[in-house]
Nanobody, 126 residues
Framework: QGQLVESGGGLVQAGGSLRLSCAAS????????MAWFRQVPGKEQEFVAF????????NYADSVTGRFTVSRDNAKNAIYLQMNSLTPEDTAVYYC???????????????????WGQGTQVTVST
């Protein structure tokens, strides 16, 4: 059974940066694509960023393109989300997710993922 543990959340001022980490265990890391989602109270989880397993190809939500960068370290079984130029609208709980399905099909849908972390809170103040 796969396990994902996020870290790196916190409070930051608008315009600042944070780097989130997600440590994976319990499955063959390179065989799984990974993603970041976020959620604010009362709303559904929102896709943020996606990265394939071996190739490392990525894709992003329009709202974060140019500000956020997703990366992975297959030797450490970890992915990262570098978040720059943060705004209060980025305030949310951020979750990492993993799926065995390859390619980019349905990658923005939460139902396409097999494993989820517990989330880490990111708060951006004005």
């Amino acid at each position: 059974q796969g396990q994902l543990v996020e870290s790196g959340g916190g409070l930051v001022q608008a315009g600042g940066s944070l780097r989130l980490s997600c440590a994976a265990s319990g499955y063959t890391f390179t065989h799984y694509a990974m993603a970041w989602f976020r959620q604010v109270p009362g709303k559904e989880q929102e896709f943020v960023a996606f990265i394939l397993g071996n190739s490392g190809m990525t894709n992003y939500a329009d709202s974060v393109t140019g500000r956020f960068t997703v990366s992975r370290d297959n030797a450490k079984n970890a992915i990262y989300l570098q978040m720059n130029s943060l705004t209060p609208e980025d305030t949310a709980v951020y979750y990492c997710a993993a799926r065995a399905r390859g390619g980019f099909g349905l990658y923005t849908l939460t139902t396409a993922y097999d494993y989820w972390g517990q989330g880490t809170q990111v708060t951006v103040s004005t």
